[in-house]
């Protein structure tokens, strides 16, 4: 039996950790861009130079679909 992954358990839950602090203080954009890019570096072979491009990625994804599409009332950033 495999030990537990403890780098991405912790990845994992800071990301989402700090998807709620930026979401409430920053906005769609930085929490989007925090939660994909710490949950990136969960996984040993990423570096933070892949994961920071994979995280602009889907920032410009999620601007898309969540606030042009779907008109989330999360603005881009920071609070209204």
């Not at 839950?13 to 969960?42: D, H, K, Q, R």
């Not at 040993?44 to 602009?56: E, F, Y």
Request: charged share 10%; proline share 5%.
């Amino acid at each position: 039996m495999l030990p537990p992954e403890w780098r991405g358990w912790i990845c994992i839950c800071a990301s989402v950790v700090a998807f709620v602090v930026f979401g409430m203080y920053g906005g769609l954009v930085p929490a989007t861009f925090a939660i994909v890019f710490i949950s990136a570096m969960g996984d040993r072979m990423n570096t933070w130079k892949s994961a920071a491009v994979l995280a602009a990625g889907i920032v410009v994804i999620a601007i898309v679909v969540f606030w042009w599409a779907l008109q989330m009332q999360l603005p881009l950033f920071g609070m209204r």
